[in-house]
């Protein structure tokens, strides 16, 4: 069965260091989507991405944070310096865009990063 | 905005039992509801989802869930768990349209203990 595929599993930064955090969907799928858990909360939405462009995020994913898809696999999320409280697990999830990329689509989650910023 | 609350932080029940997973969701519109259930080390596995018409979902691995619109619920059950079904499971809401996104947001997640 296919599935989203998530790497590093686990990734140790300093504070202020950039980070990329790489996700390979499944290969049909035209919605691509990442998640955060903080340790102890609740999973929280990010971004959705489609068509190559940010189809829509949340307050969270501010100026530090970028998508991308620079190849017709993957599919990244980027911090571009990290603070102490990015530490989390970070999900990427994706779905087929049958329904025009809305909840309808079932959304196949990742393993996940688990980002720890010292 | 929408909101998911899940009231049980842990559940314990020994093999055998039958298991309900309580949910309660916020939202002005016909919700769209999911529980997906993450084993350690694994991605959130999507168990069922309701969109809309019969209120008694199923779903994998022996599962259902029932959505009450009157008690804006969709609890989680089945009636025999397996020592299999330690977890954690997460209740999430779907959106779309313009108001309100694309976009799951999730409960707190239940962390599912068996004993044997």
């Known amino acids: 069965e296919p599935e989203v595929t998530q790497t590093p599993s686990h990734q140790v930064t300093q504070m202020g260091q950039e980070v990329i955090l790489r996700c390979v969907p499944i290969?049909?799928?035209?919605?691509f989507y990442w998640y955060r858990q903080i340790l102890g909360q609740k999973v929280e939405f990010l971004v959705s991405f489609y068509n190559n462009e940010i189809s829509e995020k949340s307050e969270i994913f501010d100026d530090q944070f970028s998508v991308e898809r620079p190849d017709g696999s993957n599919f990244t999320l980027k911090i571009r310096s990290t603070k102490l409280e990015d530490s989390a697990m970070y999900f990427c999830a994706s779905s087929e865009g049958t329904s025009g990329g809305y909840f309808t689509d079932t959304q196949y989650f990742g393993p996940g990063t688990r980002l720890t910023v010292l | 905005a929408q909101s998911v609350t899940q009231p049980d932080i842990h559940i314990t029940v020994s093999e055998g039992a039958s298991l309900e997973l309580r949910c309660n969701y916020s939202y002005g519109a016909t919700p769209y509801l999911f529980w997906y259930v993450q084993s350690p080390g694994q991605g959130l596995q999507l168990l069922l989802k309701?969109?809309?018409?019969?209120?008694l979902v199923q779903g994998i691995k022996g599962f259902e869930a029932e959505f009450q619109r009157s008690q804006s619920s969709f609890n989680l059950r089945k009636p025999s768990v397996h020592w299999s079904d330690a977890a954690e499971y997460f209740c999430?809401?779907?959106?779309?349209?313009?108001?309100?996104?694309?976009?799951?947001?999730f409960g707190a997640g239940t962390i599912l203990r068996v004993k044997s």
């Open positions: 290969s049909n799928h035209l919605y």
């Open positions: 309701y969109f809309s018409g019969d209120t």
């Open positions: 999430a809401v779907g959106s779309g349209g313009e108001e309100y996104g694309n976009k799951l947001v």
